[in-house]
């Protein structure tokens, strides 16, 4: 049998959570895989009527989430939690209602809907007087034309059934086409309106994303600056119960940020998970065995690792200032 890669069913996912493989977050709309991946298989049956293997993989730190589209299926996003939130609150609104730049803006669905919705207004007028004109029923037929174009593009509900109603109106007697583009009319305002809500839900979630996603930035943001600090004082240190004392709250920063909800989501996932960091669970074991040169470089691998989350992948002109002072580099 035939195999091809298809996003999961949503009920595919219980067992999972059920199990312990899946954790699902439902007032984030969010699914995480807490394990190195899972693979999800299922029968289906292609147009054609031919019966072939779906096969769907969603690997630990995708950020996974359920749609309500037909069929309910789970995608994902590979790149984690920022691109997520950029997809909820920019692209799909943008693509919705529209963008606008500092000069420019760009017509969404809504405003194209809205702009057709003037059009229909203005045909429907002269179709209402006894015996339009030539001239009156050829523009019709053209805006007709455009606007079917839109709505085949767009195959929801309500433009299947306003590409419907346009035919009829081009088919029919010119007393018959007002109604049937009033119809339409209506259609496409409804769809403006449908656009409009389904870009709110969207934004509306995507801000759910950034709160938890800035939740826990701060949260690796301070368990940077304290790992410096207990690095740091490890350095310096003689005591032998004191450094115990460090590796204990080294080991307690590693629980911390492993089990942070936020760090079941890339890009915290792929930090925490990495050798460098996850080497942090051996320190209490390591401190017993008087290994304190061992833990200073472990930790400072590990705080290397998290770095790129706190300061951004690109230094900022402070960092960088801070920097030339430290080399004593001249402007």
């Not at 009319?185 to 409804?190: K, Q, S, V, Y």
């Not at 004191?242 to 079941?264: D, V």
Request: hydrophobic share 40%; aromatic share 10%.
């Amino acid at each position: 049998m035939r195999q091809l890669e298809r996003r999961a069913y949503r009920r595919q996912f219980d067992e999972l959570i059920k199990t312990g493989q899946c954790k699902e977050f439902p007032d984030k709309e969010l699914i995480a895989v807490l394990v190195p991946a899972v693979i999800l298989t299922s029968i289906r049956r292609g147009k054609t009527g031919k019966k072939y293997q779906a096969v769907s993989v969603y690997k630990r730190g995708e950020v996974l989430h359920p749609t309500f589209r037909k069929g309910n299926v789970v995608m994902k996003i590979e790149e984690g939690l920022p691109a997520g939130i950029r997809q909820m609150m920019r692209h799909i609104p943008g693509s919705l209602v529209g963008r606008k730049g500092k000069d420019f803006v760009l017509a969404g669905d809504a405003q194209t809907l809205a702009a057709y919705a003037a059009k229909l207004n203005n045909i429907i007028r002269p179709l209402l007087k006894l015996f339009p004109s030539s001239q009156v029923l050829e523009e019709a037929s053209r805006e007709y034309l455009q606007i079917l174009s839109f709505s085949e593009k767009h195959k929801s509900r309500l433009m299947e059934l306003a590409s419907k109603e346009i035919n009829l109106a081009k088919e029919g007697k010119y007393w018959q086409k007002a109604a049937h583009i009033g119809t339409v009319l209506n259609l496409i305002l409804e769809e403006r309106a449908r656009k409009y809500e389904t870009a709110v839900r969207f934004w509306t979630l995507g801000k759910k994303w950034w709160d938890f996603y800035e939740e826990t930035y701060r949260s690796f943001r301070n368990a940077y600056q304290r790992m410096g600090e207990l690095i740091m004082e490890m350095e310096r240190e003689k005591s032998e119960s004191r450094k115990t004392t460090i590796a204990k709250e080294l080991s307690g920063i590693y629980l911390h940020l492993t089990n942070l909800e936020g760090s079941y989501f890339n890009p915290f996932c792929k930090r925490v998970q990495s050798p460098e960091f996850q080497a942090l669970a051996k320190v209490l074991t390591w401190a017993d065995e008087g290994k304190w040169d061992k833990i200073e470089r472990v930790a400072k691998r590990a705080l290397a690792k998290i770095e790129l989350l706190v300061k951004g992948e690109v230094p900022t002109l402070r960092e960088i200032q801070r920097e030339r002072e430290l080399l004593s580099l001249e402007e």
